[in-house]
């Protein structure tokens, strides 16, 4: 580590699929570091369901590589009212993917001239006149500091960037998944099911086959109670109809929660916000690999392409259609929640039910 520069053109905190992109183009104007608290390959929990945006945008970089999609290579999205037994596909289509291979492939896209640098994890950081302090702690808890013209922060969705920013934190769903041995054939489906006994706390589950497992997920909403064993009463209705096994791993995370406008944050000064850290996921729907790419991609750009402090209006220029996505969706958020929604839901028909999915 002593052997690093002390400054970077540009720094960008996070390797996820927001990170990658933001420094691939943020490497246009000069050296970037690209500092992740995990150790690569990283493990992110996910569905690995990449929809047609995120499958278009990758389409500049060959499309996702064949060796990391799984069996079933295409799921269509469902809605699935458990309680009614009412099943409506859509023409929604995704491609399967192992989130970890996913992941790795991205960071290999990145040109020579950005540093990774992992495990590191950003402290803190100060903005002055002529540029931007950062600190941070390496894999021993040795302090490490450079300088940059731009930081940018692609987080995810407890963003030590944006919480030192003061830009206002987004609160965040609880989501429980297991990886449940298939006994059995599923449809090829990414089940959205929604059950009523669980409690109100609970949002929705998805199921998804994997190869030989199939992905069990719960949402929760944020402060929910017990929420592993709600997993356990969720598992356990599933499992009266469909053939899943024990769990062979279970992983707890978070997803950020996007409930007004205001969670959608470009940045400060001489940083910028991306992905999950800048509010920058589907509200309805909980996708974000597409959002992260799109505005990782962006906010690199603006960097790439502008003077340090030029760049974050660049970004809020390019990025505007981003955010009036995010708003056009957060209206049709209160309807979908209510049981008013979910009950009529059931009575839509399935190609309608298609074409008001594809806009959330
Ligand atoms: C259970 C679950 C299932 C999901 N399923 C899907 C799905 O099927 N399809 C889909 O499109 N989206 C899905 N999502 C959402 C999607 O995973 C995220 O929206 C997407 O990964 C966001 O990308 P990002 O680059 O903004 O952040 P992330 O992918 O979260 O990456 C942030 C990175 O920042 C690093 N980091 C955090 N703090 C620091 C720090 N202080 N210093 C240095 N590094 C730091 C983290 O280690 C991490 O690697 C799911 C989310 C969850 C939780």
């Not at 859509?90 to 970890?100: G, H």
């Not at 990886?179 to 706390?201: A, K, N, T």
């Not at 469909?242 to 944050?265: M, N, Q, T, Y």
Request: glycine letters at 10%; charged letters at 20%.
């Amino acid at each position: 580590m002593s052997a690093l520069p002390t400054s970077y053109d540009t720094i960008v905190v996070g390797a996820g699929p927001a990170g990658v992109m933001a420094a691939v183009h943020a490497a246009a104007r000069g050296d970037v570091a690209l500092i992740d608290s995990a150790q690569l390959p990283r493990d992110k929990s996910c569905g690995g369901m990449l929809n047609e945006f995120a499958q278009e945008f990758l389409r500049d970089f060959g499309g996702v590589p064949d060796d990391m999609v799984l069996d079933p290579a295409w799921v269509n999205f469902r809605y699935h009212d458990w309680d009614r037994r009412i099943k409506k596909p859509t023409e929604l289509r995704f491609a399967n993917v192992d989130r970890r291979a996913f992941d790795d492939w991205l960071v290999s896209l990145l040109p020579d001239n950005v540093t990774v640098i992992s495990p590191a994890s950003l402290v803190t950081f100060t903005e002055e006149d002529d540029g931007v302090t950062v600190v941070a702690k390496g894999a021993g808890s040795e302090q490490l500091s450079w300088r940059c013209a731009n930081l940018i922060g692609c987080d995810g969705p407890r963003s030590t960037v944006r919480r030192t920013l003061g830009v206002g934190s987004v609160s965040t769903y609880v989501t429980l998944q297991d990886f449940c041995r298939l006994e059995g054939e599923i449809e090829p489906y990414f089940d959205c099911v929604y059950m009523r006994d669980i409690g109100d706390s609970f949002a929705y589950a998805y199921v998804v086959p994997k190869g030989d497992v199939a992905i069990v997920g719960s949402v929760f909403y944020p402060k929910t109670k017990r929420p592993h064993l709600k997993q356990e009463l969720t598992l356990g209705m599933l499992a009266e109809k469909l053939p899943l096994g024990p769990s062979v791993k279970r992983e707890a995370w978070i997803a950020l929660s996007v409930r007004d406008r205001s969670d959608v944050v470009f940045g400060s000064g001489r940083v910028l916000l991306a992905g999950e850290a800048g509010g920058f996921m589907s509200p309805t729907s909980g996708e974000g690999i597409s959002y992260a790419l799109n505005t990782g991609r962006l906010a690199g750009a603006a960097v790439g392409g502008a003077a340090p402090l030029d760049a974050l209006d660049a970004y809020r220029a390019s990025a505007g259609h981003v955010s009036r996505n995010i708003s056009r969706k957060l209206k049709w958020l209160p309807f979908m929640e209510s049981q008013t929604g979910k009950y009529l839901a059931g009575f839509v028909p399935a190609p309608l039910v298609s074409r008001v999915t594809k806009g959330l």
